[in-house]
């Protein structure tokens, strides 16, 4: 017997058919990707917002042109610069200090001035009680010429790094401390 003759014994079912969708379905399945697309618009930047500092390559610091090179003795001098920054859209200027010297070698290094006690300014030689070093007026950190730690900081001075072309000294990223380890 073939499908056909099956068909006609049994009257009160359909002959087998496709399976369509139902009015339910389809407006089911709209709604839910549709739903999907609009989350996904909104999900999607803030994703995109938390990711970003970490698609974004970190260079090299740029150097800033600071000082003479003929300037520098192996006397500290406090040399002002500013620094161009870019936070998002707002573009500022931020005036930083460098305290740059010769060392016995002639080789230039520069400090960074933030005390590493509490983060206060340090001057070279303003305390009359201790001369020829780095005092911090807030706490009484004491600093040696190489920037070492002697009294109340747990660590140095940062330093900058340098470097010297064309008759400046150029300034770029604070790094740790290494011209103090070098004092003995």
Known sequence: MSG???????????????????????LTYTL??????????????????????????????????????????????????????????????????AWIRKNEQGEIYALSPVCKHLGCTVGWNNNKATPDEYHCPCHGARYTKAGKNLAVAPKPLDQY??????????????????EAAKEA
């Open 32 to 97: 839910g990707g549709a739903t999907a697309f609009m989350g996904a618009g909104a999900v999607l930047p803030m994703i995109r917002f938390a990711v970003d500092p970490i698609l974004h390559k970190k260079g090299e610091g740029e150097f800033i042109k600071v000082a003479e090179e003929s300037k520098i003795t192996g006397e500290p001098q406090e040399f002002n610069f500013e620094l161009k920054q870019q936070d998002g859209w707002y573009a500022s200027t931020a005036t930083l200090t």
């Open 4 to 26: 056909h003759d099956e068909y006609r014994n049994h009257p009160n079912e359909k002959p087998p058919s496709r399976k369509e969708m139902s009015r339910r379905q389809f």
């Open 161 to 178: 790094k340098t470097k010297i072309e064309n008759g400046w000294v150029y300034l770029g990223d604070i790094v740790p401390n290494t």
